[in-house]
């Protein structure tokens, strides 16, 4: 069956940085396009980034521009998110899903698979 697994997620100040990865198993990865969601407590999951199957295309949302990378290693089936300068409006639990569309999509719903998700608090 297919699996993401997320991992990287912990406890940071306000500045600092951290990697995500996502590991993929049981889907063929470079079919699909991947995105990171987030969700704090209270609020709606939220898009951050998605990127295309080949990593050609990538998009952010605006609250992560400038700060956030998103890539991809088709050989090693894993999704990556380099976070930098982050701040205490990053925490959430974060979440990759991967959808078998030739376009980046925002939506939640469009996404087939996700993973459990893995906790980034930043501490002020």
């Known amino acids: 069956q297919v699996q993401l697994v997320e991992s990287g997620g912990g406890l940071v100040q306000a500045g600092g940085s951290l990697r995500l990865s996502c590991a993929a198993s049981g889907l063929t990865f470079s079919s699909y396009g991947m995105g990171w969601f987030r969700q704090a407590p209270g609020k709606e999951r939220e898009f951050v980034v998605g990127?295309?199957?080949?990593?050609?295309?990538?998009y952010y949302a605006d609250s992560v521009k400038g700060r956030f990378t998103i890539s991809r290693d088709n050989a090693k089936n894993t999704v990556y998110l380099q976070m930098n300068s982050l701040k205490p409006e990053d925490t959430a639990v974060y979440y990759c899903?991967?959808?078998?569309?030739?376009?980046?999509?925002?939506?939640?719903?469009?996404?087939?698979?996700w993973g459990q998700g893995t906790q980034v608090t930043v501490s002020s």
């Open positions: 899903a991967a959808v078998r569309r030739l376009v980046i999509v925002s939506q939640f719903y469009e996404y087939d698979y």
């Open positions: 990127i295309s199957w080949s990593g050609d295309s990538t």
